[in-house]
């Protein structure tokens, strides 16, 4: 993921095809010419024939994905945010860097706003690490979806992860917290009906 | 004894490195679950130190050993600002940026030893141990 290439990378294919076609023009001036020369550039044309293969399946990938470079991870670390009813449900299963957990906060609230769900689950299961930094933006996004009025539900905390955050100082107050995702939906489900039932 | 590793901090990508490489030496060491998570989240704080006030450093992990007792010792270098008042920043809610005022006394909690030195204008070094229980 983080191994960064020179702009060499990028820019040796083209002159391999070059140069592989021009070894192609001189193959077939040379076979009409005398045929004795084909023994002379037939292992260097299959010598760049590798390369030339190699780069042609880099080109197909795209030149990010064979730099490996930030951009390419970061759009590769987005989460997806799906939705059950009205609720929509994000399960975080890489770690999250700095600016892909901001993608994801700024992700969320776009979804809350374009979907008006009623609830949100993030689901930390497959986390094994919230800093503080991770447990701040859990608590923006409880407090900014509250704020548009959508209620958040943090399930799956590890246990590892409960005990280092408290630990840490971040009790994460304020925030709901539920065993499971399974739990996390009873909890929404059942504020809902408790919603309906204060208003009707 | 197995060698240093060294994880340079360049970017916030680098952090999330960082605190992978502390955990697998941890994991590898014999640390539980519980202990990996705590060196893990206290290299991930140290290391977000490094990226965001001196914008460059490294990490260092390595085994220790004292008295047939088997450790992990992190220590986290750079060359940057410095620290006016170690004290200050190692009370709890203090914090001069986007933190919360956790990150080095939260980081000192989940390690068994801490020590800070650092000389303003010219870097900071930390170094923590934890101990296998």
């Known amino acids: 993921m983080n191994t960064y290439s020179s702009t060499a990378m990028h820019t040796a294919p083209e002159c391999v095809v070059y140069y592989a076609d021009t070894c192609a023009v001189f193959l077939r001036y040379h076979r009409t010419v005398s045929a004795w020369t084909n023994w002379l550039w037939l292992p260097i044309i299959s010598s760049y024939g590798v390369i030339l293969t190699s780069s042609r399946a880099e080109r197909t990938l795209g030149p990010g994905l064979v730099s490996g470079d930030e951009e390419v991870s970061l759009e590769s670390l987005r989460i997806p945010i799906l939705k059950i009813g009205d609720v929509l449900i994000a399960s975080i299963q890489v770690a999250l860097h700095d600016a892909s957990a901001v993608q994801f906060k700024d992700d969320l609230l776009q979804k809350i706003y374009d979907t008006k769900a009623r609830g949100l689950i993030v689901d930390l299961t497959a986390v094994d690490v919230v800093d503080s930094f991770i447990g701040r933006l859990i608590s923006d996004i409880a407090s900014m979806a509250g704020l548009m009025g959508t209620k958040v539900v943090i399930t799956g905390l590890q246990p590892a992860v409960a005990i280092t955050l408290v630990e840490l100082g971040l009790e994460l107050t304020g925030v709901m917290t539920a065993l499971n995702l399974e739990k996390g939906l009873a909890m929404l489900r059942r504020q809902a009906g408790e919603g309906a039932d204060g208003t009707g | ?133």
């Open chain 2, 1 to 133: 004894m197995a060698q240093a590793k060294v994880a340079p901090i360049r970017s916030d990508l680098d952090i999330v490195i960082a605190r992978t490489l502390a955990r697998d030496t941890a994991k590898t060491l014999g640390f539980g679950a519980i202990d990996q998570a705590r060196i893990a989240t206290a290299v991930s704080e140290l290391a977000r130190n490094v990226f965001l006030y001196a914008g460059t450093g490294t990490v260092t992990v390595r085994e220790i050993e004292r008295a047939g007792r088997k450790g992990i010792e992190i220590i986290c270098e750079d060359q940057g600002p410095g620290i006016a008042d170690v004290e200050l920043v190692m009370q709890d809610g203090y914090s001069t940026s986007r933190g919360m005022g956790m990150g080095l006394p939260g980081a000192k909690r989940l390690m068994d030893e801490f020590d800070i030195k650092s000389v303003e204008g010219q870097g900071t070094l930390i170094q923590c141990r934890k101990w296998r229980t």
